[in-house]
C-alpha cells in the first residue's frame, strides 16, 4: 500500500465523522471512529479462524477451568494468513468466542448485541475498550439514533490481513490518531508528539545502528515510558521496517492516561505486537518493568510537571535504593520532574555486557525536554547532580536546540537529548550541540500553540550534521523573514533582523563543568559608644524592634518604676495596634510583647550599658569616641567590664556589640583568632601585627566563584592560578573557605555541572547607528507635528 493509498483508507474510515456531525464535538469524532477501526481490523483478523474458536470455546467451557487457562486453551484455535499463501499461517495473541460479527448486528437490539460482542473478546483486547469508555459512546450512538448507521460503515470496510498489512493497518491506525490528535487542539499535546518531531528524534537515536539494523534475524527492544498514543514505538518499528522488513522489533510502554493507553495498546495489536507489554500506571512510582532493560528508548514528557503527589515514593528509592535503583545521582526540585523521566530511562539502557562478560550492544536514547534540565540548580543541587552523573559517565552524545512553537500545547524552547552507553571512539568524551532553532517553516494552519513545522530537508539537515560529528560555523539559511504586521506606521528603516543560522559545536565533557568556590573577605568594623545607641536597647532586635518601640511611644512614657512593662490592662488596645500596623507578628511574638519579663530584660541591659558608656568615656578622655579599630575597641570594653563588675550573658553581649558598631570598608579588620601556623593567605590565615590569625568572615560580602574546570592540572592549581588571577586584583582581602568541599572527591570547592546552550550560540548583534536612530526620531518628530496641524486647522 502506498502512502497515498493508506492516507486515502484513513481519509476514508474518518469519513463516519459525516455521520457524527451535529450529534458529537468534533473532539470526539476519534472516540468514535478509532475503536470502531480496531473493532473491525480484529473481527477481520480473526475471520480466518472464527469456526475453530467459536467451537474450542465450546470445548473448553465445559471444563470449567480458570479463565487464564481457559485463554490459553482457546488461543491455540486463533490465527490469521498474512497473505493468501496458507503456508504463512500466523498465530494470534487474541481471540473472539462470539458466532456474531458487525455484519450480523441486525437493527434491533444493537446496542446489546455490540454490547455483547466486545465482552466474548479474550482479556487484552477487551480491555482495551474498556479504556475507550466505549459501552459509554455505544450508548449515545444508539441515543442519537446512529449506531446501526456507524456499525454497517465499518461493517462494509475490508479491513482483512490480506488487503491490508500489520505494518500497513499500523500507518492508517497512526493517521487516524493524528486526525483525533489535530481536532481536540486544547489536550492533544498530553497524548501525541508531532510527527516532525517524532521522526527526528527517532532517526538521531537508530541512525548509529542502520548497518546492524540491516541483519538477518536481527531482534530488537524499543521503550517509551510516556508513551501516550504510541507514536515514537511506532515511528521506531516504522524506522527498522524501512530499513529491514525481517527485523523483529518488540514495543515495550507505559502511560498514565487510560485513553491515550487504550489507543496506544489499540495501534500495537494492530501491528501484530505483544500488548501484555504495554502497561498503564504511572512510570516513576509504579514502574510495570522493573527488570526490563531495552535497546532504544524514545521519550516525550511532560514539561514542568510537578511530582509532589509521589514525592514520599520517589524519596524512598533515591534514599534506600541509591544506584541500585533509579534516582542514585540526585533529585531535582519537586516542581519539575523532566529529569525523574531521563534518569528513569538511564537505568533501563541496555549494558554493554553481559553477567557472562560477552559483549552486548548497549542502548540509546532519545528524550525531548524543555530548556530547564540544561541549567536549573547550582553546583551541588540535585539537577547539576545529575548533570555531572551523565556527563561524567560519559552517557550524552548531543543535545539539539528545536524551534519554539512546534508542540500542540506549548511554545517555549525544547531540545533534544541524545544519549548512549555505546559511543564510538570519536565521540568518547564529547559533547555535539547543534543549534537547530531556526530549522522550520511556518503551517498554514496552526494546530494549538503548533505554528512550526519542520521539513524533511531540515530533519535531513541535522541528521547527517549528527551522524557526520560534524562542527558547523554559523550558516545563514536560506528561510524566509518573519513576516510583520502591516497595522499602524511602519518604521522607514526598522531594526535589522537577525539572520536566520544554523551550527553544530563540540566540546569536551568537562567543559560544561565547573567548581563554585566560596570566597570571603573580613568583617570591618567601627564602634562607638553613643546616646542613641545605648536608647536603642530599649526595644529587643528585629523583628520585635518597630513594635516595641510603638507600644512604648504609645503606652511606656507613662510607666512607673514598679509598673513598667506592664500592659495587661491595655491588652485588647495592643493587640488591636499590632494587627493593624503589624501584622505579620506571629501570636508567640504578640505575646512575648505583652510579658513585661521582655521590657524588664532590655531595660536592665539598658542600664548596664549606660554605666559602660560612663566608665569607657572617662578612660577614653571623652564620650562618643569612633574606634576604627574594633579588636582595640574590644579590649577596652574588656577593662569597662572588669572595672564596673558588670556581667553579659552571650545574648546582652550580642545585642550591646550590635548597637555599638557599624561597618566601615576603612576600619581594621576583625580578628576572629590567633593561629598557631604559617600564614596562607589564599585560605584565609594572615600575618597581623606581627600574629598569624583568622579574620572574622563578613556574610555580607560573601561570594561564589564558579571556576571552570580543566582536567590537565590539579584542583589546587586550578583554584589558586583563579583566585589570583580574577579575584584578588579587585579585593586584595580575599580569601578562598576551605571548609567548602565537593562531596564526592573531598576537594575544595562544590562540583556542578550546566549546558548554557543559548551562550554558546549567541551571534552579537550591533546596535544601530546613532544617525539611523536620529532619523527615525526625526520622521515621528515630523508625523506628529503634521498631525497636530490637521486638529488645528
Known amino acids: 500500500m502506498s502512502s497515498n493509498n493508506f492516507s486515502q483508507t484513513a481519509a476514508f474510515i474518518w469519513s463516519v465523522a459525516d455521520l457524527l456531525r451535529g450529534d458529537f464535538k468534533q473532539s470526539q469524532y476519534g472516540r468514535v471512529i478509532l475503536p470502531f477501526t480496531l473493532l473491525r481490523r480484529l473481527e477481520c483478523v480473526l475471520q480466518e479462524s472464527k469456526d475453530n474458536v467459536v467451537a474450542q470455546a465450546e470445548k473448553v467451557k465445559a471444563m470449567n477451568l480458570p479463565e487464564e487457562a481457559q485463554e490459553k486453551m482457546i488461543l491455540r484455535a486463533a490465527f490469521t494468513f498474512e497473505t493468501n499463501t496458507p503456508k504463512e499461517k500466523k498465530g494470534l495473541s487474541f481471540f473472539n468466542t462470539s458466532p456474531m460479527n458487525l455484519g450480523k448486528m441486525g437493527q434491533s437490539d444493537i446496542k446489546d448485541n ?249 542502548g540509546r536514547i532519545g528524550i525531548i525536554l524543555n530548556g530547564s534540565p540544561l541549567f536549573t540548580g547550582g553546583a551541588g543541587s540535585g539537577e547539576s547532580e545529575i548533570r555531572r552523573y551523565i556527563l561524567e559517565a560519559d552517557l550524552l552524545e548531543g543535545i539539539i536546540a528545536l524551534p519554539t512553537d512546534m508542540f ?130 530599649r526595644f529587643a532586635p528585629k523583628p520585635l524592634n518597630a513594635p516595641m518601640e510603638r507600644l512604648y511611644n504609645e503606652f511606656g512614657t507613662t510607666w512607673e518604676q514598679d509598673s513598667y512593662g506592664y500592659l495587661a490592662e491595655v491588652e485588647t488596645e495592643v493587640r488591636a495596634l499590632i494587627k493593624a500596623e503589624f501584622s505579620e507578628l506571629k501570636e508567640k511574638q504578640i505575646k512575648d510583647l505583652l510579658d513585661s519579663k521582655l521590657w524588664l530584660f532590655q531595660r536592665s541591659l539598658m542600664d548596664k550599658a549606660q554605666q559602660l558608656q560612663t566608665a569607657v568615656s572617662s578612660n577614653a578622655g571623652g564620650r562618643d569616641v569612633v574606634s576604627n579599630n574594633f579588636n582595640q575597641f574590644d579590649i577596652t570594653m574588656k577593662g569597662a567590664f572588669k572595672a564596673t563588675s558588670i556581667k553579659f550573658d552571650a545574648k546582652e553581649k550580642k545585642q550591646f556589640f550590635d548597637a555599638v558598631s557599624f561597618k566601615n570598608p576603612e576600619a581594621e579588620p576583625v580578628v576572629k583568632k590567633v593561629l598557631k601556623e604559617t600564614a596562607q593567605p589564599l585560605y584565609g590565615s594572615f600575618n597581623y601585627n606581627g600574629k598569624v590569625v583568622e579574620f572574622q568572615q563578613d556574610g555580607d560580602l560573601r561570594d561564589n566563584e564558579n571556576v571552570p574546570l580543566d582536567s590537565n592540572i590539579t584542583t589546587t592549581e586550578l583554584i589558586e592560578s583563579y583566585v589570583k588571577r580574577e579575584v584578588l586584583p579587585h579585593v586584595s582581602d580575599a580569601w578562598i573557605n576551605a571548609d567548602k568541599r565537593d562531596e564526592k572527591d573531598g576537594e575544595i570547592g562544590i562540583v556542578g555541572y550546566e549546558i548554557p546552550f543559548n551562550r554558546h550560540f549567541y551571534v552579537y548583534q550591533p546596535p544601530r547607528a546613532l544617525e539611523a536612530i536620529d532619523e527615525d526620531l526625526a520622521l515621528v518628530s515630523d508625523e506628529i507635528m503634521s498631525l497636530l496641524q490637521e486638529v488645528r486647522s
Not at 446512529?146 to 462494509?156: E, H, P, R, Y
Not at 501484555?276 to 512510570?283: A, D, M, P, V, Y
Open 114 to 362: 455490540l454490547e455483547n460482542y466486545i465482552q466474548c473478546f479474550s482479556t487484552d483486547a477487551r480491555e482495551i475498550f474498556e479504556h475507550f469508555k466505549f459501552d459509554e459512546f455505544v450508548g449515545l450512538l444508539d441515543d442519537a439514533n446512529l449506531l446501526f448507521k456507524v456499525v454497517k460503515k465499518f461493517a462494509t470496510t475490508d479491513l482483512s490481513p490480506s488487503k491490508v498489512s500489520n505494518h500497513e493497518m499500523g500507518l492508517v491506525f497512526e493517521e487516524l490518531i493524528r486526525r483525533f490528535a489535530e481536532s481536540s487542539n486544547e489536550t492533544a499535546g498530553e497524548h501525541f508528539t508531532p510527527r516532525d518531531i517524532v521522526r527526528l528524534t527517532t532517526s538521531l537515536v537508530f541512525m548509529e545502528d542502520d548497518e546492524a539494523l540491516t541483519q538477518d534475524g536481527i531482534i530488537r527492544t524499543i521503550y517509551d515510558p510516556t508513551a501516550g498514543t504510541g507514536g515514537f514505538l511506532s515511528s521506531g518499528m516504522e524506522y527498522v521496517h524501512e530499513l529491514n522488513p525481517k527485523a523483529v522489533m518488540r514495543a515495550f510502554g507505559q502511560e498514565l492516561n487510560p485513553e491515550s493507553y487504550a489507543i496506544c495498546k489499540a495501534d500495537m495489536l494492530i501491528k501484530g505486537q505483544d500488548v501484555s507489554r504495554i502497561k498503564l500506571g504511572n512510570t516513576l512510582s509504579n514502574d510495570q518493568l522493573p527488570a526490563d532493560q531495552f535497546d532504544y528508548m524514545l521519550s516525550n514528557p511532560p514539561f514542568g510537571v510537578d511530582w509532589k503527589k509521589i514525592e514520599g515514593e520517589i524519596k524512598d528509592e533515591h534514599t534506600l535504593k541509591g544506584f541500585d535503583g533509579r534516582f542514585g545521582a540526585g533529585l531535582p526540585r519537586v516542581s519539575d520532574g523532566s529529569l525523574l523521566f531521563l534518569m528513569h530511562l538511564i537505568s533501563k539502557m541496555r549494558d554493554t555486557h553481559n553477567v557472562d562478560g560477552s559483549v552486548n550492544d548497549g
Open 408 to 537: 500542540y500545547n506549548t511554545g517555549i524552547a525544547t531540545y533534544v537529548w541524545v544519549l548512549s552507553n555505546k559511543k564510538t571512539s570519536e565521540r568518547k568524551g564529547k559533547v555535539q550541540l547543534i543549534d537547530g532553532s531556526n530549522l522550520c517553516g511556518k503551517m498554514r494552519k496552526s494546530l494549538g500553540s503548533k505554528r512550526n513545522l519542520m521539513s524533511e530537508d531540515d530533519i535531513k539537515l541535522i541528521t547527517c550534521t549528527f551522524g557526520h560529528f560534524e562542527v558547523v560555523d554559523a550558516r545563514e539559511l536560506d528561510k524566509p523573514a518573519e513576516q510583520k504586521s502591516n497595522r499602524g506606521r511602519q518604521s522607514s528603516t526598522s531594526k535589522t533582523e537577525a539572520p536566520k543560522t544554523f551550527a553544530s559545536k563540540i566540546f569536551n565533557s568537562t567543559d560544561f563543568g565547573y567548581r563554585r568556590l566560596t570566597i570571603e573577605r573580613p568583617l570591618r568594623l567601627s564602634a562607638q559608644i553613643t546616646d542613641a545607641a545605648i536608647e536603642s536597647l
